[in-house]
T-cell receptor, first 114, second 112 residues
């Protein structure tokens, strides 16, 4: 069974803090993705990675960075959190790139920035 | 820019009624995926459609991909309370690295 885990289900941070969201998958997937989900806006892709140390910007990368030092782990970093980054963050992984196979999602991290 | 529009945003149906959500892309897609997200849960993959005009069925769910590969629909026959959730389409744009764009989802409520 594919498992994608995220380090926290809920997180509360203050404006200006550096925030790390961790995602780990156990299925040896090449590709990993970070999305944010907001009411009425659906899922928006922040960054994705198709290999270790590789990263590609998604639709809304501003204010975020990522790190993929190991195949199973993909981290999302908010260098200086702001209130407009309050959201649900979903990590996903897939065996193939987006067009070739399903994405497996983690349970999500609900981040609140005060 | 490239967009995947999904309608309706919300749908309330009586249990036993049918339900349909529609997805339209501004550009031709290579394929389309459908996901379901239960309340409080995360999106779970339902199906992928690849061929023009393709129709696939999963029990009471019927998925269609348009002839021009720019639209798709999900139809649920005789809804049940277990169908509650948000249904997302995800269009795959055939560019380098295959760009995926999710629709905003249709939230289905079932009235008992």
């Amino acid at each position: 069974d594919v498992k994608v885990t995220q380090s926290s289900r809920y997180l509360v941070k203050r404006t200006g803090e550096k925030v790390f969201l961790e995602c780990v998958q156990d299925m040896d997937h090449e590709n990993m993705f970070w999305y944010r989900q907001d009411p009425g806006l659906g899922l928006r892709l922040i960054y994705f990675s198709y290999d270790v140390k590789m990263k590609e910007k998604g639709d809304i990368p501003e204010g975020y960075s990522v790190s993929r030092e190991k195949k199973e782990r993909f981290s999302l970093i908010l260098e200086s959190a702001s209130t407009n980054q309050t959201s649900m963050y979903l990590c996903a992984s897939s065996f193939a790139l987006a067009g070739e196979g399903e994405q497996f999602f983690g349970p999500g991290t609900r981040l609140t920035v005060l | 820019g490239q967009q995947v529009m999904q309608i309706p945003q919300y749908q309330h149906v009586q249990e036993g009624e049918d339900f349909t959500t529609y997805c339209n892309s501004s550009t031709t897609l290579s394929n389309i995926q459908w996901y379901k997200q239960r309340p409080g849960g995360h999106p779970v993959f339902l199906i992928q459609l690849v061929k023009s005009g393709e129709v696939k069925k999963q029990k009471r769910l019927t998925f269609q991909f348009g002839e021009a590969k720019k639209n798709s629909s999900l139809h649920i026959t005789a809804t049940q309370t277990t169908d509650v959730g948000t249904y997302f389409c995800a269009g795959i744009i055939p560019v380098r690295d295959d760009k995926i764009i999710f629709g905003k989802g249709t939230r289905l409520h079932i009235l008992p």
